[in-house]
């Protein structure tokens, strides 16, 4: 029977909500710890949907010994986009299906103040508000986002979104296979926050699967890079911020997690 294979790149970014919201429509889950040494699937025959989670590496990264499961990450993706397979990308992951989609990845930075000002860099790192360009929408995924929900964001860096060459047509009057993308939301510093690739690949740059213990797991192990993006005081406001908007976050993530199985049909019979 096929499952869903969930790719973890570290320790403490985990699947958190995926694995019993799936599970409640009936979807096997199975959890590959990839820094343990647990191998990137290679049989399509037993993959009923892919989800790659976050983790502190990058696309640069990509190639280097430390991190010898990226590559066949990336050589599993490159399959996964050729056949328009279920993907869902979470930070890192949607990082990984934007490069694997001819997007380009680099550190997310605003506008300097004039025109010849250099850019400024600008990490997402807590909560903050996201918009949605169709807000209950016409996006299966995002229908019934409200717009300026706050959604949890660890990321420095972003992507131009992914976006293959047009195919040469099969035959005469057969209309060619979807290349394209359509932008499901963004936040004040970063438009690209999350996507949709060709019919059946999906990237969210911020978390919609989080749980609190989840949050907590994430600031005792990357403190460092939340006090250089918020200053000295980045726990606790963290911690504030979970308190304040977590059950309004959480409801929205199930939301999305949940139309990922439904408009995807992930449920049906095999």
């Known amino acids: 029977m096929s499952k869903c294979i969930i790719l973890q790149n570290v320790g403490h ?3 958190g ?15 590959r710890h990839l820094y343990r040494g647990d191998e ?5 025959d037993e993959l009923r949907a892919l989800v790659i989670l976050g983790g502190p590496m990058a696309v640069a990264d990509i190639g280097k010994t430390e991190y010898p499961f990226l590559a066949d990450e990336v050589s599993l993706l490159e399959r996964m986009v050729r056949e328009d397979r279920a993907v869902l990308g979470i930070c890192l992951g949607a990082q990984l299906l ?6 380009r990845v680099y550190p997310n930075a605003r506008p300097g103040a004039t025109p010849d000002a ?20 016409t996006e299966p995924i995002v229908m019934g986002a409200a717009d300026g929900t706050p959604m949890f964001h660890w990321h420095f860096d972003t992507f131009d979104l992914p976006k293959l060459p047009a195919p040469v047509p099969i035959a005469p009057n057969v209309p060619p296979p979807p290349t394209g993308n359509s932008l499901l939301s963004s ?5 690209n926050q999350a996507f949709r690739f060709k019919t059946r690949l999906f990237g969210f740059q911020y978390h919609p699967e989080m749980t609190r213990d989840g949050i907590e797991l ?7 890079d939340a006090e250089k993006v918020l200053g000295p005081g980045a726990v606790e406001l963290i911690r504030e911020q979970t308190r304040t908007y977590y059950d309004r976050y959480e409801r929205l993530g199930n939301r999305i997690l949940r139309n990922f199985v ?5 449920y049906a019979a095999d």
């Open 13 to 15: 970014e985990g699947p």
């Open 17 to 31: 909500r995926i694995t019993p919201i799936f599970s409640d429509f009936g979807i096997r889950v199975e959890v």
């Open 40 to 44: 990137v699937p290679t049989d399509f």
């Open 98 to 103: 934007a490069h694997v989609g001819g997007g």
């Open 118 to 137: 250099a850019t400024i860099p600008a990490p997402e790192i807590g909560f903050a508000p996201v918009k949605f360009p169709f807000p209950g929408g």
């Open 187 to 191: 936040t004040a510093v970063c438009k």
């Open 218 to 224: 994430m600031l005792s192990h990357a403190r460092p």
């Open 262 to 266: 439904q408009f995807l049909k992930l």
